[in-house]
């Protein structure tokens, strides 16, 4: 067996499956809930408009939970040798090709909306900095200012930090080597209650950086998203039963509905009910034949490549309706949503294709270009 292989054969395609949720619920995030939102506000209907506008939302806690899960497992489990300056190298190499490839994108439909003709979708760029500075700036992926050319592209930024932190993560967590629900417990109870300390200390003390009131997606939201981070490392390092999982989902419903009275509680509540699911999956083989289906597995190993591009697509497609269509009417939102999320997904698989599979390891649908080809996808993964 070689090593491209090995690599196959060692990866959770399910976890694949898990990955293409996150990237549909932040597609849908991004394309239709606001609007939904808005909408279920205007009639009375509030309570069900926050929930799916923080529901979709929650892609982002999700991929943050896999991320620990999927990065950790084999250094939690002494299957690879953790070396830091290889472990930086591949990181690098596995997101930033990607990355750069979408922010020339980015910034070009940036300096299109600001050059050509205006229009009302076009007043939200006057802050955008097109300088070779900024894109200097946006392009080590950190930021500070929360200026972006695609505003999805925050919560990447937050990724970067537990990257950075993972050799830390490692050695500490090598002296945890026995299970301990006790220990555990402390260590999650801690991390959320330091979490939610930095969130009023930095809202009251310094909202320049952190609000809780505002929306600054700039690096310092790292904060709102350490016990996702946590938990996934734990899925890495321990296999937790059912009842372990089952805590986990009941406690995340208690602080989502907690959320009502202290708004960041959500990003934790769901983080764990999402590490419960992760611990379903582990276990039950109903949810695995669900989630490592073959266009699940399709669309979850090229949900970084849409995570990167889809808002400037959205971004390219607003303006370009925006110059035919004079207001944002109900023929707007239908022409805009539709081409925006069709245009999104063809331009995924283009980034995918030549840059993002040729940087990846343990894809199984990577020769697989479009996505109904079920048999072909079937009889590929039999191989």
């Not at 808005?38 to 408009?49: M, Q």
């Not at 220990?183 to 009023?200: A, D, G, K």
């Not at 999982?245 to 764990?272: C, E, Q, W």
């Not at 390219?316 to 245009?343: A, E, H, K, Q």
Request: aromatic share 20%.
């Amino acid at each position: 067996m070689n090593n491209a292989q090995a690599s196959t054969k060692d990866r959770f395609h399910f976890l694949d499956g898990l990955r293409a949720i996150a990237s549909i619920l932040v597609l849908i995030h991004h394309s239709l809930s606001s609007g939904i939102t808005k909408y279920l506000h205007s009639i009375n209907f509030s309570r069900l408009g926050d929930f799916i506008y923080f529901f979709t939302q929650s892609g982002v806690a999700l991929f943050f939970v896999l991320s620990g899960v999927v990065l950790l497992r084999p250094y939690m489990r002494n299957q690879r040798e953790f070396k830091a300056l290889e472990y930086f190298y591949r990181r690098i190499k596995r997101i930033y090709p990607p990355y750069f490839v979408a922010l020339i994108f980015g910034y070009l439909v940036i300096v299109l909306i600001k050059s050509g003709p205006h229009t009302y979708y076009s007043d939200i760029w006057k802050w955008s900095d097109t300088s070779l500075i900024a894109f200097l700036k946006q392009s080590i992926i950190v930021n500070f200012n929360s200026q972006y050319y695609n505003l999805a592209w925050w919560s990447l930024q937050i990724e970067v930090v537990f990257y950075i932190l993972v050799p830390a993560f490692v050695f500490v967590f090598s002296f945890n080597k026995n299970y301990n629900i006790a220990r555990i417990s402390l260590v999650l109870l801690t991390t959320m209650i330091v979490s939610y300390s930095l969130q009023l200390f930095l809202s009251n003390n310094y909202p320049q950086f952190y609000s809780n009131n505002s929306v600054s997606l700039n690096v310092y939201r790292f904060i709102d998203y350490p016990i996702c981070f946590i938990l996934g490392i734990y899925l890495a390092k321990f296999d937790f039963d059912n009842y372990v999982g089952s805590a986990f989902s009941i406690l995340g419903l208690i602080l989502i509905f907690g959320s009502k009275t202290y708004v960041p509680l959500i990003n934790s509540g769901y983080g764990f009910l999402y590490a419960g699911i992760i611990i379903f999956a582990f276990k039950s083989v109903k949810i695995r034949s669900f989630l490592d289906t073959p266009i699940m597995i399709w669309l979850g190993e090229r949900s970084y490549s849409l995570f990167l591009i889809h808002f400037s697509v959205f971004y390219l497609v607003d303006y370009c309706c925006s110059l035919f269509i004079p207001d944002r009417n109900i023929y707007y939102g239908f022409f805009t949503r539709s081409i925006g999320i069709v245009l999104a997904f063809f331009c995924a698989i283009l980034l995918f294709n030549f840059i993002e599979r040729k940087q990846a390891r343990g894809l199984i649908t990577d020769k697989i270009f479009w996505p109904w080809n079920i048999k072909k996808l079937n009889n590929h993964i039999k191989e």
